[in-house]
């Protein structure tokens, strides 16, 4: 997107716009689409970083868009801090009930994810790094060893003292009968989801494996993420300066727009099967 283009309206930058850039120059959306599955066609080593974006039309919401889960309920973004968690009791029951009742457990990965499982088996996906924490990357088909889970995944429990972990479904089978916020078996600890909560540091193993795939890849696909959450947003740029090509898909602006090869705005699930399918005949 060129630096002199109009502010957005509130609607544009909340809603889904169908625009297209290609090195700074607005373009038709159709043009940028076929020039960047060429792009796609050609590259040996693709990284998809993808955000909460990709997985809305899974039926799950993101957090701070039109219709996110903090957008909505701005008192929800409590449960998701490491400090409020551990304090607070009623924090922790409000987390379990929102754990109990989350869109995610229904949810199935939609073409966008499948578009990057098709990637990985024509052989161009190096990894999938990844913000999300719903597991439908995972549920998709890709390789495991391919997906990083940046924030880590809402389907294991984690014990904060002992660090006993579980699948999920075991701790919330013990809110369906009746506990409201259940202790660690094994110490009596606090129990939390196995997702890295505000205040909580990343893994280092998966913040050197996605700093490895970035500087290795030739393409960076970010998709659904407006590439504002640090660290994460800084592995386009560290692609970049190996030499790779960024291109962001997503429903409106980035706060990385600027800095791409092609900006693609539309619908993801749209658009992603499209980049992979390869260009159209000449």
């Given at each position: 997107m060129?630096?002199?283009?109009?502010?957005?309206?509130?609607?544009?930058?909340?809603?889904?716009?169908?625009?297209?850039?290609?090195?700074?120059?607005?373009?038709?959306?159709?043009?940028?689409?076929?020039?960047?599955?060429?792009?796609?066609?050609?590259?040996?080593?693709?990284?998809?970083?993808?955000?909460?974006?990709?997985?809305?039309?899974?039926?799950?919401?993101?957090?701070?868009?039109?219709?996110?889960?903090?957008?909505?309920?701005?008192?929800?973004?409590?449960?998701?801090?490491?400090?409020h968690?551990?304090?607070?009791?009623?924090?922790?029951?409000?987390?379990?009930q929102?754990?109990?009742?989350?869109?995610?457990?229904?949810?199935?990965?939609?073409p966008?994810?499948?578009?990057?499982?098709?990637?990985?088996?024509?052989?161009?996906?190096?990894?999938?790094?990844?913000?999300?924490?719903?597991?439908?990357?995972?549920?998709?088909?890709?390789?495991?060893?391919?997906?990083?889970?940046?924030?880590?995944?809402?389907?294991?429990?984690?014990?904060?003292?002992?660090?006993?972990?579980?699948?999920?479904q075991r701790?919330?089978?013990?809110?369906?009968?009746?506990?409201d916020d259940?202790?660690?078996?094994?110490?009596?600890?606090i129990?939390?989801?196995?997702?890295?909560?505000?205040?909580?540091?990343?893994?280092?193993?998966?913040?050197?494996?996605?700093?490895?795939?970035?500087?290795?890849?030739?393409?960076?696909?970010?998709?659904?993420?407006?590439?504002?959450?640090?660290?994460?947003?800084?592995?386009?740029?560290?692609?970049?300066?190996?030499?790779?090509?960024?291109?962001?898909?997503?429903?409106?602006?980035?706060?990385?727009d600027?800095?791409?090869?092609?900006?693609?705005?539309?619908?993801?699930?749209?658009?992603?099967?499209?980049l992979?399918?390869?260009?159209?005949?000449?």
């Amino acid at each position: 997107m060129a630096a002199g283009d109009p502010p957005l309206s509130t609607e544009e930058r909340e809603g889904i716009e169908h625009r297209a850039w290609l090195h700074g120059a607005e373009v038709e959306p159709a043009l940028a689409i076929a020039e960047v599955a060429e792009w796609v066609a050609e590259a040996r080593a693709v990284v998809a970083l993808t955000g909460a974006g990709i997985s809305t039309d899974s039926g799950i919401p993101d957090f701070r868009g039109k219709n996110g889960l903090w957008t909505r309920d701005p008192g929800a973004e409590k449960v998701s801090t490491i400090s409020h968690y551990l304090g607070s009791p009623e924090v922790r029951r409000r987390a379990w009930q929102i754990r109990l009742g989350s869109p995610a457990w229904a949810a199935a990965p939609n073409p966008g994810h499948l578009a990057l499982v098709a990637l990985e088996r024509q052989g161009r996906l190096d990894a999938v790094i990844t913000q999300n924490t719903d597991g439908l990357h995972r549920i998709a088909g890709h390789d495991p060893a391919r997906v990083i889970e940046m924030h880590g995944s809402m389907r294991g429990v984690m014990c904060v003292d002992c660090d006993e972990r579980a699948d999920m479904q075991r701790a919330l089978d013990r809110v369906r009968a009746g506990e409201d916020d259940p202790p660690c078996r094994t110490c009596g600890g606090i129990l939390k989801s196995t997702t890295v909560l505000f205040g909580e540091g990343l893994d280092p193993d998966d913040v050197d494996a996605a700093q490895a795939a970035a500087e290795r890849c030739d393409l960076v696909l970010a998709v659904g993420t407006t590439l504002g959450v640090y660290p994460v947003a800084y592995l386009p740029r560290v692609a970049q300066r190996a030499g790779a090509r960024l291109v962001i898909v997503n429903g409106g602006p980035t706060e990385q727009d600027e800095a791409a090869e092609a900006v693609l705005r539309g619908s993801i699930s749209e658009i992603l099967p499209a980049l992979v399918a390869g260009p159209p005949p000449a």
